[in-house]
């Protein structure tokens, strides 16, 4: 059966008109123009999280803001993301994935145009969360998106750029930031999005391909009160790992904790039966779906521990310098941007589960390789670490990205993509807390506990990928 998919207007090269699209995806001049909107807006979402970690301290600086204060520019915009994917990602079914992404790209722009006029930093806070918000719809349905975009044939190449760019992103985003600062005021950094992202919106409008409601089976509604319960639950999840990462007091941690089992419970409750549910416990109950997002949490916490623990362990254990720490991090998200494109191409022709296998276990050889480092190491001793790393990450995205969406029925695009988005975004968070906890262990020793933890969850998620192989062998 084909799937209809509508496109507005023209680009440069784009012939304007309907085009049945089943699962060949857009004509490659159409595609082209697609996911450069797409991509773009992706970048800016990335790129916004890396900027506001580094610009962190002028902007409590300028702002007359304290330092646990000011935290709080990044954690809503995180927040806001892991709270709303799911049900961004659902409506997107309901509504349509490219009328979604592009709502999202419009609250981005608007949001980033708010940040930079900002005063203060209640503000600047408010306007953040409008920003994480608009970050969460394009995100949400952004692999759904590729999925109509691409060939099936060709799909890891599309999720394999994806990587790419959010490599690239997340590797020039603390150089930006630095330069923006140099030259100009705090406000630029947000200014900057608005004509990107007016672009990206004026072209997304007119090239990416429409789901029409129903096109996909998808005739279910939409449950305000569910998705109001899954961002209870996941907004709160997140606030517990932190404070009981940082030694928050018994009764505070208590109390989040009955407040995210009540919003799941309640969650699960009101979805019962339902055709699509917002938490997809339909697509978690297939094997190959369940086994690739839990090894994606563990991927991106193994990310996350390393990202968090390794400055501190730079700076404080090693005496390098924030500005050699930068250059020092930087070969890990380059071997990412330069594997994205191969292992995609890869995961085309070989099973995900032996590409994202041994990509783990090079990602854990890496972080072992970081752990039992010498006592003095030089910078070519640190950066091939960094590198072995990397590549090892950058082997694993692809191969595990298309593993969810070709685990999940068509008409589940929406579900699967928001599980893609959720899975990356609990996992930094907990590998996050999981630092901030072996700092609280040991203030000397912590990093050291924190790189152990990471090599102990890369052999795990590697040992889960591979698992995939005997369910799809049994299959």
Not at 46 to 65: G, V
Not at 114 to 129: D, E, G, K, N
Not at 169 to 184: E, R
Request: charged share 10%; hydrophobic share 55%.
């Amino acid at each position: 059966m084909s799937e209809t998919v509508l496109v507005r207007g023209a680009a440069p090269g784009v012939t304007p008109q309907p085009a049945a699209l089943p699962a060949d995806g857009l004509p490659p001049a159409r595609r082209r123009w697609a996911m450069a909107a797409l991509m773009t807006g992706v970048s800016m979402a990335s790129l916004d999280t890396a900027i506001a970690n580094t610009a962190l301290p002028e902007l409590a600086r300028q702002l007359h803001a304290g330092a646990a204060a000011s935290v709080w520019i990044v954690n809503i915009y995180q927040l806001a993301m892991v709270a709303t994917l799911l049900p961004f990602a659902a409506l997107g079914e309901r509504i349509g994935y490219r009328r979604v992404a592009t709502c999202g790209l419009a609250l981005f722009t608007l949001a980033s145009l708010f940040c930079a006029l900002a005063t203060s930093l209640p503000l600047l806070v408010a306007a953040r969360l409008l920003q994480g918000l608009g970050a969460s719809a394009l995100m949400g349905v952004t692999t759904a998106m590729m999925r109509a975009i691409y060939p099936a044939r060709q799909q890891g190449q599309g999720f394999g750029l994806n990587a790419l760019v959010v490599a690239v992103a997340f590797a020039v985003g603390p150089t930006i930031a630095s330069m923006i600062l140099a030259f100009a005021s705090w406000p630029w950094l947000f200014a900057i999005n608005v004509p990107i992202g007016t672009a990206a919106f004026v072209l997304a409008r007119r090239v990416l391909p429409d789901n029409a409601p129903g096109s996909h089976g998808a005739t279910h509604g939409f449950d305000a009160g569910a998705a109001l319960c899954n961002a209870g639950a996941f907004g709160l999840l997140i606030l517990l790992l932190g404070d009981a990462a940082h030694g928050a007091p018994p009764v505070r941690l208590g109390l989040e904790a009955a407040g995210t089992f009540a919003c799941f419970a309640l969650l699960l409750r009101r979805q019962r039966g339902h055709a699509a549910p917002i938490l997809p416990t339909d697509l978690l109950a297939r094997p190959l779906f369940a086994l690739s997002a839990l090894t994606a949490v563990c991927t991106f916490a193994v990310q996350s521990l390393a990202f968090v623990a390794l400055p501190f362990h730079f700076e404080q254990v090693l005496g390098r310098s924030p500005v050699e720490t930068g250059f020092l991090l930087t070969p890990w998200p380059v071997l990412v941007g330069i594997m994205g494109p191969i292992s995609g191409r890869l995961s085309d022709r070989y099973p995900s589960g032996l590409m994202a296998g041994i990509g783990l276990l090079v990602l854990c050889a890496g972080m072992l390789a970081l752990l039992w480092m010498p006592d003095a190491p030089g910078t070519i001793d640190i950066a091939w670490r960094m590198a072995v790393c990397g590549a090892g990450f950058g082997l694993f995205q692809a191969p595990n990205m298309k593993a969810i969406m070709g685990s999940a029925p068509r008409e589940r695009a929406g579900g699967a993509s928001g599980i893609v988005a959720t899975a990356r975004l609990t996992g930094q968070a907990s590998g996050a807390a999981l630092v901030a906890g072996c700092l609280v262990l040991s203030e000397h020793h912590g990093t050291s506990y924190a790189l152990a933890a990471a090599a102990a969850i890369a052999l795990l998620g590697a040992a889960i990928s591979f698992a995939r192989l005997h369910k799809r062998m049994r299959g």
